[in-house]
């Protein structure tokens, strides 16, 4: 895994509660319906009934929000206090005084905290761990809170070499720089993102479908508030397939599913079974 990044500030820290209370802003019913869908086809289910869900760094509650009416007991907690607002603002629009599903201030670094929570039949921490500033602890801690047999699905960054470097350098620059001059960053860094697909998109004679087949709107996200997530996303590390493969094999959970991003710069999507091969492949839990 790549070195792990120095311990930042929160001032240098990326806002994502900022960002997530924009995001909550445009979401509808076909949103939900795309994180519904996509977070069904990871986990190859199509419904969590009786099932205890945890969702690790919930950003703007939406995965929780799915969980819930998929019929899972949720609890969803995030260490930055707007992306927990998000959350409280969701649930209080979308299923008010719902009593199955909590919602926390905490941090995954924080071991007390997470021994607090107790174990799940679900942990769901996609794209939250590369953004802790400390990866190896961030992806123990969780391990620790997946239940004897039960499913734990982490997305994290591609590890690209040189490019995840400079990647790294853009979002430090971003983050450090006044908001009013962020646009310099933003600016540049869109048109290295989305510049070559589009090009690709108006040769082909389908100008725009960049927007209509994101890999972010798959699952519910916009691709706009995705674009900034990721030029600002920091605290920012990156690992390699094999080494998050490697770093759970050892501690005992099988890997069920892989999707990786295809050598690109997203995420690499995992689902692993906690609990040693033997009693996974025989011991379902139904799910
Ligand atoms: C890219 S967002 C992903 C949000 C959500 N999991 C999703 O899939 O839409 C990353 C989230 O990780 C949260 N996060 C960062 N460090 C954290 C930590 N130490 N503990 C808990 N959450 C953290 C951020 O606040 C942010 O909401």
New binding site residues.
């Given amino acids: 895994m790549a070195a792990v990044a120095p311990p930042e500030t929160e001032a240098r820290r990326f806002a994502?509660?900022r960002n997530?209370a924009k995001f909550l802003r445009s979401l509808d019913a076909g949103a939900i319906e795309r994180a519904r869908q996509s977070l069904c086809e990871l986990l190859e289910v199509d419904n969590l009934t009786g099932r205890r869900f945890l969702?690790?760094?919930?950003?703007?509650g939406?995965?929780s929000l799915v969980a819930r009416e998929l019929g899972a007991t949720v609890v969803s907690?995030?260490?930055?206090t707007q992306?927990v607002a998000c959350a409280e603002q969701l649930k209080r629009s979308r299923r008010p005084g719902d009593s199955e599903w909590t919602i926390l201030g905490?941090?995954?670094?924080d071991r007390s905290f997470v021994e607090s929570l107790g174990r799940f039949d679900v942990v769901y921490a996609?794209?939250?761990l590369h953004?802790?500033g400390q990866l190896q602890t961030?992806l123990a801690h969780t391990g620790l809170l997946v239940g004897d047999g039960g499913l734990l699905c982490v997305a994290i960054y591609n590890d690209q070499g040189g490019r995840s470097r400079r990647w790294r350098f853009v979002k430090r620059l971003y983050n450090r720089l006044p908001r009013a001059l962020r646009f310099l960053v933003v600016g540049p860094a869109l048109v290295g993102l989305w510049g070559p697909p589009m090009l690709r998109d108006l040769v082909r004679g389908r100008p725009f479908d960049i927007w209509r087949n994101d890999a972010a709107r798959s699952r519910g996200m916009n691709p706009w508030r995705d674009a900034i997530?990721w030029i600002g996303?920091y605290p920012f590390e990156v690992a390699r397939p094999e080494e998050i493969f490697d770093f759970y094999r050892r501690r005992g959970f099988v890997l069920r599913r892989l999707i990786t991003c295809g050598g690109g710069h997203g995420c690499n999507q995992f689902v692993f079974r906690a609990g040693p091969p033997a009693a996974a492949e025989g011991g379902s839990t139904g799910l």
Avoid: K, M, P, R
Avoid at 106 to 109: P, V
């Fill in positions: 994502f509660g997530w969702d690790v760094g919930c950003g703007s939406l995965f907690f995030d260490f930055d992306c905490g941090s995954i670094l996609w794209g939250v953004h802790t961030a997530d996303g």
